[in-house]
Every structure is written in structure tokens, then in C-alpha cells.
T-cell receptor, first 112, second 113 residues
């Protein structure tokens, strides 16, 4: 039972480079989320999706894009990475009904 | 706008002590509240979920309570062990059509042998 899987686990980017983070869940969850976690700031919501083909902005969406072409996958893209995007990124998923959310193990991204 | 606060930010206790972690939220209109544990460099592990209609949930040595009227939830850990050392986060799911979880900044717990 994989749950929520994030790829990659670590990445170092140069300023201006692009990359895509992949989140995959095998629990048939409708909702998926991308958060970033920074020291002293807690977890902040970047984007989320309430179903296949839908996305919505969270608290800190600037500089990121997302896509949910398949129900089980939620992609987070950085088109032109900036040092301010150095963070740990977490993906989460849950069912539509008010049940618990499950998190991936995180992606540690450093932009130099 | 829902805001979630966890106090204290850090707590250090001797092994065997019973302890309480606090979580407060500004808007009582929530669907549920969830407690998580996060070990250093790891993801979040769900501990307990309390629906808005519930008063408490228990799992092993953990007991979480919810008082919507006062905007508070507590996580009680009985007979603490060094393995309980981690950061504990609470998250509220607001009502009103929002699908988001609003997180507190966590309480870092250290249980000393």
C-alpha cells in the first residue's frame, strides 16, 4: 500500500531552471493538495484540486503551476525557479467526504 | 479567515509524564480537526481525526478532544516515551465550501529518557 508517493525526494536547481514535481496516490482520492513547509512559517497551501481536470489557487500560488490530467496524479511545476522557492514540498490527498488527509514524504528542493 | 495556533512551540518533558498539547482556532465553523505527527525530515503521519459532531477520539495512548464553542482542541499523550519525540501539528478544515486544511505551526515535543 503505497499511499501518497512524491517524486523526486531531493533536487537542487539553479536559478531560472524549471522542474516538475510529481505526486501520485493510489487511494482513489478526489482531492489533492500541494503545500510548502518553511521554518517558522508552517505549512502553506500552494494549489489544490477537487477532481480530475480541476485546479485552484491556495495561499501562495505565485511562481507555481499545477495540472491534474489523471485522478491519481497531481503535478507541481516551477517554470523559472527562484531561491525563495527553496523549501520542502508536500503533497496530500483525501476523499471528498470529511475524512483524514494523507501526506507524502516530501520533496526537499534547493534553488541556488 | 481561519487561523490555527499551537502553543507552546516547543516542549521538553521527562519520560513517563502525561502531557497535553494545545491547538486553538479562530472560527468554530469547522468540518473536522486532524492531528498529525512529523518526524525530522519526514512527512506528516495522521494520528487522529475528530469530526465536528464528536467530542473526542482515542488511539492507544493518544486522546484528542474538541471544543468547537471555545475554539480549542487538545492532544493528550499518556505515559510519554522517547519515541514520542516529534513535531505535532493540528489542522482544521473550515466549513463554507472550503476544501483546504488550515495548519498550526506545530509543537516540537522532546521526551527525555
Amino acid at each position: 500500500n503505497a499511499g501518497v508517493t512524491q517524486t523526486p525526494k531531493f533536487r537542487v536547481l539553479k536559478t531560472g531552471q524549471s522542474m516538475t514535481l510529481l505526486c501520485a496516490q493510489d487511494m482513489n482520492h478526489e482531492y489533492m493538495y500541494w503545500y510548502r513547509q518553511d521554518p517558522g512559517m508552517g505549512l502553506r497551501l500552494i494549489h489544490y484540486s477537487v477532481g480530475e481536470g480541476t485546479t485552484a489557487k491556495g495561499e501562495v500560488p505565485d511562481g507555481y503551476n499545477v495540472s491534474r490530467l489523471k485522478k491519481q496524479n497531481f503535478l507541481l511545476g516551477l517554470e523559472s525557479a527562484a531561491p525563495s522557492q527553496t523549501s520542502v514540498y508536500f503533497c496530500a490527498s483525501k476523499h471528498r467526504v470529511p475524512t483524514e488527509a494523507f501526506f507524502g514524504q516530501g520533496t526537499r528542493l534547493t534553488v541556488v | 479567515k481561519q487561523e490555527v495556533t499551537q502553543i507552546p512551540a516547543a516542549l521538553s518533558v521527562p519520560e513517563g509524564e502525561n502531557l497535553v498539547l494545545n491547538c486553538s482556532f479562530t472560527d468554530s465553523a469547522i468540518y473536522n480537526l486532524q492531528w498529525f505527527r512529523q518526524d525530522p525530515g519526514k512527512g506528516l503521519t495522521s494520528l487522529l481525526l475528530i469530526q465536528s459532531s464528536q467530542r473526542e477520539q482515542t488511539s492507544g495512548r493518544l486522546n484528542a478532544s474538541l471544543d468547537k464553542s471555545s475554539g480549542r482542541s487538545t492532544l493528550y499523550i499518556a505515559a510519554s516515551q522517547p519515541g514520542d519525540s516529534a513535531t505535532y501539528l493540528c489542522a482544521a478544515r473550515p466549513q463554507g465550501g472550503s476544501e483546504k486544511l488550515v495548519f498550526g505551526k506545530g509543537t516540537k515535543l522532546t521526551v527525555n529518557p
